[in-house]
């Protein structure tokens, strides 16, 4: 779908039904959440999971600055828009956690429903020398290298449910990395900096007016979210928690049957 000056490729099952829109995070990709969207249309959802620009299949404009928090929320909104929802429910994941963040403080009370899943409310901790050298690898020499730096090294997200799950899942590792290799360098180099040095938001989430029903979901593995996801969930009022056990940074692959149980019983309360 054209989304003022990108294009945004969307995945989406149920349409005529309740909205929901489903962000995918940082390196990420619409099928994160594409295998869920058939269920939820069959309970009655309009859901729809986009590419973030930058991501996927979504155009990946050439400039630094054509990427940030708030031009990716722009999008999410503008893609509401075009879609013809009015109050639609919001899930972001990881850095789309962030995003639907700006959505919700722009305007809560377009959200019938907020899922905030293995995301956080401040700057993640990442060694800058190291954010430096991936920058100068992906943007000098493009993304495929970077990939292949990428695959010699372990990161805080390599849980032991993620391994299990590389181990377990035939062909999963094979799409993780190709999710990698179709993100934008310039994406890239904009978004780290950014996750690395954006604003504390717990203020702005105890503040929201109205506030809408939220689902604070998490996997219990997942180190460098857990405590970021119990005082979000602590500071927004009448807001849920689950964590969910045997899970890392993605539990709706590395436990979804629980993570379905969680959404779909927040889910189902909304309607």
């Known amino acids: 779908m054209t989304v003022g000056p990108v294009e945004l490729a969307i995945a989406e099952a149920g349409e005529g039904g309740r909205p929901i829109l489903l962000l995918h ?44 928090f708030a031009l990716l929320a722009g999008d999410s909104v503008a893609l509401a828009d075009a879609l013809g929802w009015g109050r639609f429910a919001l899930l972001g994941h990881s850095m789309g956690g962030y995003v639907a963040q700006r959505i919700a403080f722009a305007d809560s009370g377009r959200l019938s429903g907020l899922i905030l899943q293995d995301t956080g409310h401040g700057p993640i901790d990442i060694d800058a020398s190291q954010a430096a050298l991936a920058i100068k690898i992906a943007t000098e020499s493009g993304i495929d290298a970077l990939a292949d730096a990428r695959a010699r090294h372990t990161s805080p997200l390599d849980t032991p449910a993620h391994q299990r799950l590389l181990r377990e899942r035939a062909g999963y590792a094979e799409f993780d990395d190709r999710k990698f290799r179709a993100t934008s360098p310039w ?67 590395e436990n979804p049957a629980a993570w379905w149980e969680a959404m779909t019983s927040f889910l189902d309360a909304l309607a």
């Open 25 to 68: 995070g940082f390196t990420g990709a619409k099928e994160d959440f594409s295998e869920w969207l058939d269920p939820l249309a069959v309970r009655g959802w309009h859901a729809v999971a986009p590419d973030h620009r930058g991501h996927g299949a979504s155009s990946k404009p050439g400039k630094v600055g054509d990427y940030s």
């Open 187 to 253: 994406l890239y180099a904009a978004m780290v900096p950014e996750l690395m040095s954006g604003p504390d938001t717990l203020g702005d989430l105890s503040a929201m007016d109205p506030v809408p029903p939220t689902l604070v979901i998490v996997g219990e593995q997942d180190e460098p979210f857990l405590g970021s996801a119990q005082r979000i969930a602590g500071v927004i009022a009448g807001s849920r928690l689950a964590v969910i056990p045997g899970a890392g940074h993605s539990p709706q692959f």
